[in-house]
């Protein structure tokens, strides 16, 4: 009788997973199921992005016991997933809701989902926004060249790209260190400040700081 009722529902599960089947198939929910795997991209990639930096960032530089260490890092990697996924279903959904998909909507769909899912002003949510802006940057001065706004380079700019950003950062770094945002102050302090102080040569070469109160 065991074996019966475990064969019933092996066959019930196979009936379901064919309706479920036929229904991705259907043109006209196409729209709807296109949001919900959305929502799922979202949180699978928001998770598999936030949680191996949060990892490094978090033994790196951070203090505490080895449980606030975890918990941090599953924090962040919750908040990094969901708001990917709910930005990502706002998103689709209202390109969906209007019926048709033109430059106007995909902007005005995406201010709507940014004001809505990425407005808080925490850690996360500001390393999201730098890592879209410095990529806008690039992006727009391309696009600038595309269209004839902006004369085609007769050398490639980057080597003075480079020379302003890092003559830049520095500049911050080290007279208006406030205005960077903290995980990149971490970074530069270990980089600049941490290399002029050491003891010994475990300090020196092995470690960074000393463990011990010798």
Not at 28 to 38: D, N, Q, T
Not at 65 to 88: D, G, M, P
Not at 110 to 130: E, H, K, R, T, Y
Request: charged share 15%.
């Amino acid at each position: 009788m065991a074996g019966g009722a475990m064969a019933g529902g092996g066959d019930a599960v196979r009936a379901l997973l064919r309706a479920a089947n036929a229904l991705l198939q259907q043109r006209r929910y196409r729209a709807a199921l296109a949001v919900i795997k959305g929502f799922r991209n979202g949180a699978v990639y928001g998770a598999k992005i936030r949680a191996p930096h949060a990892l490094v960032m978090t033994f790196l530089f951070k203090s505490g016991s080895l449980r606030e260490k975890l918990k941090s890092i599953a924090q962040a990697t919750y908040t990094h997933s969901r708001n990917l996924a709910y930005f990502v279903f706002t998103y689709k959904g209202l390109l969906a809701a209007q019926g048709k998909k033109t430059p106007f909507h995909s902007f005005l769909a995406a201010c709507i989902g940014g004001w809505l899912v990425f407005g808080d002003n925490n850690p996360v949510n500001s390393q999201i926004i730098m890592y879209l802006l410095s990529r806008i940057l690039f992006g727009l001065s391309r696009l600038a060249v595309q269209r004839g706004y902006i004369p085609q380079p007769r050398q490639d700019p980057f080597p003075l790209l480079a020379a302003l950003v890092w003559g830049t950062v520095l500049w911050l770094f080290e007279y208006h260190r406030e205005t960077l945002q903290p995980s990149l102050q971490s970074s530069m302090t270990y980089l600049y400040e941490d290399s002029e102080v050491w003891h010994d040569m475990s300090d020196f070469l092995i470690y960074n700081k000393r463990t011990d109160s010798k």
